[in-house]
């Protein structure tokens, strides 16, 4: 039966089945905004696309192959770009419409007043007064013209009524889509990987549990020796302009402050509001390039899936675009014209998180009525504007937005302070990622990579000519207090001026004058073997990066296996980079299982302590859907994370989003002061008891009976559960190659494998189109469980779907 036949009669059952509401994650509020049952939303059932569209760029042709993916040709760029923004809207314009409305504070304009403080953050923080900034130097560029046409062909499926399911329920149109709208897609990326207000949170641990407890578990560096650029890298580096200085990456400096007057000064109410917004826990990515010398083919290869939050649909959108001047297929995001991760002509690159420190936090003194701040021995004017936020079926509301010289102030239970991010400046990254696709060469891209502003990023690159490259892009801030060069990972006096980025205009054009120089950040030009995982990218680099890395569980998994397919003179083929993509080893177990029976052992434990230990000695130690012990070792995992901090930080009033790391539980001292009332040996032993009782009050018996597609949701959420993805049990863990966060629903939301100029492969989780009736909302979800990728080939078979032809539209 059709897809679309089958979807229309899950609808009619649940509109019968009256359904009032609908939730929007992250609100987890209940909607009541669906237009009357009168048949509206079957509108949507019989959208389709036209046999020919107008564009006035020029002609073009749209084909759409088995699997969803679009194919735009056309001999000049804006008339293929307005296509591409044709299609995007059609297969993804719910999807634009939401992710504007959050980023520009007009949620609760469609929602009511569920959403009034998320509008409110992201008002406060104006990330549309930065994409504003953005467009203003975009426009200017080769990329401008193209955004400008991918707004129109948005527009054009606006205007012509093509409008999703979604809208058809929520009962509203969505606005005219512009070209700030897409910069505005670029600010969003980057919060969502770059945002972090973790000096804020450690300030309060350090306050409330004290300094030692706070270095304990949330170290400035992690003691392992599997960094991105490890010693056994061998590549060559560009010459550095700036000196021989080095700042090691422990942290040390002074000035700032990180305990009791910095907690005091900002206070719990404004940190724990701020930690709702930051970066989703868990997101990071892998990705990894082995040279020709290692290859069957004797042609580098590529492999990449990045870690962020699983949705229906899924965050990424795949796309071909052929022109005069390139070939590119590959990974965008819905909003954004360009390939972002993908493969042209030439070559292939990918991007994993840096986990730089691109945010910092100032406190200031205030005059006593809270209306000045004083900065450069004077009292200052806040820089004012009204903003109203328009509320569904309430009064609309009046906000007045604050800014200093550094950037937005944010303010809860009168406690302030003030925001510097590097994307509050006019950023370039929309044209290097364009230059990316028409790159032709190593050299070329490395130029375009100078352009690539923000987020900071793990750039991993092969090209048909046998050469590899890996270069940590973005901007990263160099702070001073006294002319010495300090770390970020503290909250700064304002009003001292500490800690200032040289040459920065908040929200308008910047020098960039007080940045890491090009050539001394972190690289490695034709490396032979590189993998990125969120590690630490350098033991000693010349300049502060930052603190937010992941643990070295996957990095070091991922290096582990390329050494000994590289030691045993294995010629690797796409097949085994795909193979270690789906690696479900957890270096949990292999850390802390040793530790685990040896308690067992030396102690007089209960048979069912007993059992369950040797139930773990059996396991294979991989995370496997159908395993016993992976479900076990999970759930003590986390039982022993949570026994070991939450009676000091259900004292100090701190929740579960305070809690540490694994990599800091597991390497955590018996001597640390939280084992003070219990040992080390206690909590493990109370972490297995615990977990038996969940596991037996559950019902569970197998890892994937908990570790489930269940939290991978609609934006609609339980309350639409018709729109969301079959459950399915799933294997990984957070510490694995295959990554899936059960808790928070983070995973790989985009794989690929490539051999630049050969074969490449890639999946979605879920389908390339957000039409719940469409063939392709959910055609790819099986085989991403199984990692089983699809041809990703720059040719297609497709017959013509969408001809554009020449003409106003």
């Known amino acids: 039966m059709p897809a679309d036949t089958t979807r229309r009669g899950v609808l009619a059952g649940a509109l019968a089945a009256g359904i009032g509401g609908l939730t929007l994650t992250g609100a987890r509020e209940l909607l009541s905004q669906f237009a009357p049952l009168s048949g509206r939303a079957w509108n949507a059932a019989d959208r389709s696309l036209p046999e020919s569209v107008e564009n006035p760029y020029g002609e073009a042709s749209l084909r759409v192959d088995d699997h969803g993916v679009p194919h735009v040709e056309a001999d000049d760029e804006a008339a293929a770009y307005f296509a591409v923004g044709y299609v995007q809207a059609y297969d993804r314009l719910f999807q634009l419409d939401l992710q504007r409305r959050v980023m520009r504070g007009q949620l609760s304009e469609i929602v009511g007043e569920a959403t009034l403080e998320d509008d409110e953050f992201h008002v406060r923080m104006d990330f549309a007064g930065a994409a504003d900034a953005t467009w203003g130097v975009v426009a200017e560029t080769p990329a401008g013209e193209l955004v400008e046409a991918y707004a129109d062909g948005v527009n054009a499926v606006i205007e012509a009524g093509l409008l999703p399911l979604e809208f058809e329920l929520l009962g509203y149109e969505p606005r005219e889509w512009t070209p700030v709208d897409s910069m505005l897609m670029e600010k969003q990326i980057s919060w969502d990987l770059t945002g972090n207000f973790g000096e804020l949170r450690r300030a309060l641990v350090a306050d409330r549990l004290g300094e030692t407890v706070a270095d304990d578990l949330f170290p400035e560096r992690m003691d392992h020796d599997t960094p991105i650029l490890r010693d056994a890298v061998d590549a060559d580096r560009l010459e550095s302009a700036d000196g021989d200085s080095e700042n090691d990456d422990d942290g040390d400096g002074t000035g700032g402050t990180n305990g009791a007057d910095a907690a005091g000064s900002v206070g719990d109410g404004l940190t724990n509001w701020l930690s709702k917004y930051e970066s989703p826990t868990g997101v990071g990515s892998n990705s990894w390039v082995i040279s020709g ?167 991993v690159y092969a090209d048909v000519d046998g050469r590899t490259l890996y270069y940590a892009t973005g901007k990263l801030p160099i702070r001073t207090i006294d002319d010495e060069e300090v770390p970020g990972n503290r909250i700064f006096d304002g009003s001292a001026g500490e800690g200032e980025w040289e040459g920065v205009t908040p929200f308008g054009e910047s020098s960039w004058d007080g940045f890491v120089p090009f050539e001394a950040k972190p690289h490695a030009i034709d ?122 930080f259900e004292e100090g009033d701190l929740d579960e989003s305070y809690y540490p790391g694994d990599w800091a539980v597991a390497t955590l001292s018996a001597d640390s002061d939280l084992y003070a009332d219990r040992s080390r040996e206690e909590t493990m032993l109370g972490a297995l008891e615990a977990a038996l009782d969940e596991i037996d009050d559950e019902g569970w018996e197998r890892y994937g009976d908990w570790n489930t ?90 017959e013509i779907t969408v001809e554009f032809t020449e003409g106003s539209s």
């Open 293 to 459: 010398a290692h290859t069957e083919s004797g042609n580098p290869i590529v492999a990449y899936d990045p870690h962020l939050t699983l949705m229906t649909p899924p965050l990424w959108y795949e796309q071909h675009v052929e022109t005069p001047e390139t070939s590119v297929r590959g990974a965008t995001f819905p909003g954004v014209p360009f390939v972002i991760a993908g493969t042209n002509d030439s070559g292939t690159w990918s991007f994993t998180n840096v986990g730089a420190d691109v945010l910092d936090c100032y406190r200031y003194d205030l005059d006593e009525a809270g209306e000045r701040y004083r900065y450069d021995d004077e009292w200052r004017e806040f820089d004012r504007e009204e903003r109203e936020l328009a509320v569904a079926g309430s009064e609309n509301r009046t906000i007045t937005i604050r800014k200093t010289v550094h950037g937005p102030v944010l303010e809860r239970e009168e406690r302030t302070v003030g925001v510097a991010w590097t994307g509050h400046t006019a950023t370039r990254t929309t044209e290097a990622i364009y230059e990316f696709g028409r790159s032709d060469g190593l050299e070329d891209l490395l130029e375009s990579t100078r352009k690539f502003d923000l987020p900071t990023q793990n750039l």
């Open 527 to 648: 490396p032979d073997v590189l993998a990125t995982a969120n590690q630490r990218v350098v033991d000693d680099p010349e300049h502060y990066v930052g603190v937010a890395y992941a643990s070295p569980y996957r990095g070091g998994r991922i290096y582990d296996r390329l050494d000994e397919a590289v030691e045993n003179g294995e010629g690797t083929d796409l097949e085994f980079h795909r193979q270690l993509q789906s690696d479900t080893r957890d270096g949990r177990a292999d850390q802390l299982l040793p530790e685990l029976f040896e308690i067992v052992e030396n102690r007089d434990v209960t048979d069912r302590l007993a059992d369950a230990a040797a139930t773990l000695e059996d396991w294979n130690r991989r995370m496997d859907r159908g395993e016993e012990g992976a479900l076990l070792f999970a759930q003590w995992m986390d039982q022993f994370r949570r026994l070991t901090v939450e009676p000091q």
């Open 709 to 798: 597609t269940q939290p991978i949701e609609h934006p609609f959420g339980v309350e639409a559960a018709f729109l969301n993805f079959d459950e399915r049990p799933l294997d990984g863990s957070r510490a694995t190659v295959d990554n899936y966060r059960v808790g928070s629903a983070v995973g790989s939301s985009w794989r690929m494998v490539v051999e630049p100029g050969g074969e490449a492969t890639a999946i979605l989780p879920g389908g390339n189109s957000g039409d719940y009736f469409s063939a392709h909302y959910d055609d790819q979800f099986e085989r991403w469980i199984d990692n089983d990728q699809k041809p990703m080939g720059r040719e297609t078979d497709a």
